[in-house]
């Protein structure tokens, strides 16, 4: 099946900062999502992006599919940005849509 | 309301004991999914579903049991509770079919004492 690497495993940020999160995977994708896992453990879509950029706010995606990854980028981070970005890919034909996930991205912002 | 929900959110059960989380959806037809998501190993599949009485096993299926007789529901059974299976567990369903976005019940947190 698809293999999904996530880097860095963790990252510090100060409040106000940038930073870019990477996804890779292993085959070809016809879905690709990222998600937020707040303190509180809910799962929150962020964008679901098999291809392209998307923007929403404070947060861009950038899925490159025939180099097979993908990036999320926070931009003038804050304290409510912290939690587990998860990156999450299905790689079509008979699976279902079922998503493997990355192990994740521990984004830690202190004010 | 649309969405997908879960319960309970939080269950303490003793070693041996059945216990079934409940998930719910209101898209009616959907592909639906358990994962679980423990430390160091991520998000994990357990179950998913294409349709009703359409099921199969994910990654990590051993000791739990599912069935889907109406569309919008799909239990997760664990027919005899092991301290492994503490984790929390997290229902998901693709409402446009499998080629689009994924969404997540709120977790079901799982304690086998």
């Known amino acids: 099946g698809i293999q999904v690497e996530q880097s860095p495993p963790d990252l510090i940020l100060q409040e106000g900062a940038n930073s870019t999160l990477r996804c890779n995977f292993s085959?070809?994708?016809?879905?690709l999502q990222w998600f937020h896992q707040n303190p509180w453990g809910q799962l929150i879509n962020l964008f679901y992006i098999p291809s392209g950029t998307k923007q929403n706010g404070r947060l861009s995606a950038t899925t490159v599919a025939t180099e097979r990854y993908s990036l999320l980028y926070i931009s003038s981070s804050q304290t409510t940005d912290s939690g587990v970005y998860f990156c999450a890919a299905h790689a079509g034909g008979t699976s279902y849509g079922k998503l493997t996930f990355g192990q994740g991205t521990i984004l830690t912002v202190h004010p | 309301d649309a969405g997908i929900t879960q319960s309970p959110r939080y269950k303490i059960t003793e070693t041996g004991r059945q216990v079934t989380l409940m998930c719910h959806q209101t898209?009616?037809?959907?592909?639906m999914f358990w994962y679980r998501q423990d430390l160091g190993h991520g998000l994990r599949l357990i179950y998913y579903?294409?349709?009703?009485?359409?099921?199969d096993k994910g990654e990590v299926p051993d000791g739990y049991v599912v069935s889907r007789s109406k569309t919008e529901n799909f239990p997760l059974t664990l027919e005899s509770a092991t301290r492994s299976q503490t984790s929390v567990y997290f229902c998901?369903?693709?409402?446009?079919?499998?080629?689009?976005?994924?969404?997540f019940g709120q977790g079901t947190r799982l304690t086998v004492v």
């Open positions: 579903s294409a349709a009703a009485d359409i099921t």
């Open positions: 085959d070809s994708v016809n879905n």
């Open positions: 998901a369903a693709l409402p446009g079919g499998p080629e689009t976005e994924a969404f």
């Open positions: 898209w009616s037809h959907s592909y």
